[in-house]
């Protein structure tokens, strides 16, 4: 009997937190909410997880880092539904505590964001109100009912709660205004003409070796790594960026201003600072937008300023080395990506990009705020958890055929990857085969030092098992070094490696 009430007190403790979610939900998009306090949650745990651990997590799953931090929200959610349900009979007082804490939980995590209004506190607290009263309405005549009566009545309840809930949540996710603006916004994208000019793949940059990745990263396949759960939606007719802190003279710019000055373009290597060795956060492509250098000279930048302090829409925070700016290198604050305007993921209307930086100090999305600064004076968000103060790029190569673990054909055989040392630029790429010597390997041409660099090797392969290491040589003459390091704090380093077997 015990049995059965704690299974019927737990199931109607997890109904009523999926009760709880579909309203937020429902409320969020008819009050026409930023964000849900369910994204705002979300953003929280991602805020508040530490530097290694974030690196942990994003070394598992890669870019499905964000779907997991609302899956993981969902299911502690649900967890202490169940709880909430278990105490419901016994300890109310107890059982209501967890449901106001959880509440007092999600009404901060509402305020902490840039998004912040008391409706997004009002949806946190109806869905604490929901959780209550889905739980009275299932478990109120437990005390005073036998066991098979009461399971019927919460049985035939619990299905009308359940359809309640997926038609709340699922009109929720149909008016969602997030999503009628996102579609705006689309259209207000792709009705754009920007001076941007038609950029072919330059001549001789791809080798054409079969399983070896295009030189052109098409934005589709460009890896995505930032804290947004849900990308800012920013109309670039209200979009501006205020300039500010040690300069002569403060300026903020519109998004025509930008398009006024015209655009220059550049073919720029990103790479993320969790990017492993031999790993895929990593893509080339051509950028357009106004050099920064010129507007940074415009405003005057004050003696002693050392570094730019960057925040985007969303709030996140990026420190980046003034040098590296005013050094006479492509930096952009970019309005297209491979020929079009930026794709909302990849920082839509406005981003920063920035050859030899990492983007964690450097490529800010969806940029509305520069602060002219010295590093003395602020942490960004990264360096807050543990990151290095300035992310210079390091020298890496990648085998990219033939891949760990494949069987490779005796004879005359290709090994190739790409090797890329931003902004210093690749002076050779080597391979050796198990411990044989190292060999120089055929480099394809490039438009500038500021992208990778595609590499072949032929090599005869004979019978048996083999291992096969790259290492690469940049224009001022420093090999990469072979002592493995993982990305914490600065970048990985090491020789990419694979292991093949020749029939």
Known sequence: MAAV????TAAAGVLAAA????????????????????????????????????????????????????????????????????LWLGRRLVAGGLVALFVVLAAASVLSRPYASPAGVFAAVAGGV???????????????????????????????????????????????????????????????????????????VDLGVKGLGPWLTPNRDFYRIDTALSPPLIDPASWTLRIHGMVDRELTLTYQDLVDRGLSDAWITLCCVSNPVGGD???????????????????GVQAGADALLSTSEDGWTCG??????????????????????LPIAHGFPVRQVVPGLYGYVS??????????????????????????????????????????????????????????????????????????????????AVPTIDTWVQWRLDWDAEPGRHTIQVRATDQDGTTQTSERADVLPDGATG?????????
Not at 19 to 28: D, I, K, N, R, V
Not at 163 to 179: D, E, F, N, Y
Not at 288 to 295: A, E, F
């Open 320 to 341: 980046t080395p003034l040098r590296a700016l005013t050094d006479g290198r492509d930096a952009l604050l970019a309005l297209t990506m491979n020929g079009e305007p």
């Open 363 to 444: 490529a800010t999305k969806w940029v509305t705020e520069w602060e002219v600064t010295r590093f003395a004076d602020f942490q960004a968000y990264w360096t807050q958890r543990g990151w290095g103060e300035r992310g210079p790029i390091k020298t890496q190569s990648r085998i990219d055929v033939p891949r760990e673990g494949s069987t490779v054909a005796a004879g005359t055989s290709v090994i190739a990857g790409v090797a890329w040392a931003q902004h210093v630029g690749v002076q050779k790429v080597e391979v050796a085969v198990d411990d044989g010597p190292w060999r120089e390997a055929t480099l394809a």
């Open 281 to 299: 956060l990593v893509g080339n492509t051509v950028w357009g937008g106004v050099p920064i250098k010129d507007i940074l000279d415009e405003v």
């Open 130 to 204: 929901v959780v209550v009263g889905v739980l009275q309405l299932l478990l109120h005549d437990q005390d005073a009912a036998g066991v098979n009566l009461s399971r019927r009545r919460f049985l035939r309840s619990a299905a009308v709660i359940g359809l309640a809930t997926v038609v709340v949540g699922g009109a929720g996710q149909v008016l969602a205004a997030r999503h009628r603006r996102r579609q705006a916004i689309e259209k207000v994208r792709a009705a754009l003409t920007l001076p941007v000019r038609a950029e072919g793949v330059p001549a001789g």
């Open 5 to 8: 009430r704690d299974r019927m």
């Open 495 to 503: 020789y990419d490696s694979v292991s093949v077997e020749v029939d």
């Open 19 to 86: 009760a709880a979610m579909a309203a937020t939900e429902g409320l969020a998009a008819v009050l026409d909410l930023r964000e849900s306090p369910l994204v705002s949650a979300g953003q929280s745990v991602i805020a508040l997880t530490p530097g290694p651990i974030a690196e942990a997590i994003i070394k598992v799953v890669g870019t499905k880092d964000k779907p997991l931090a609302v899956t993981s929200v969902v299911i502690a959610v649900l967890l202490i539904g169940a709880l909430v349900g278990t």
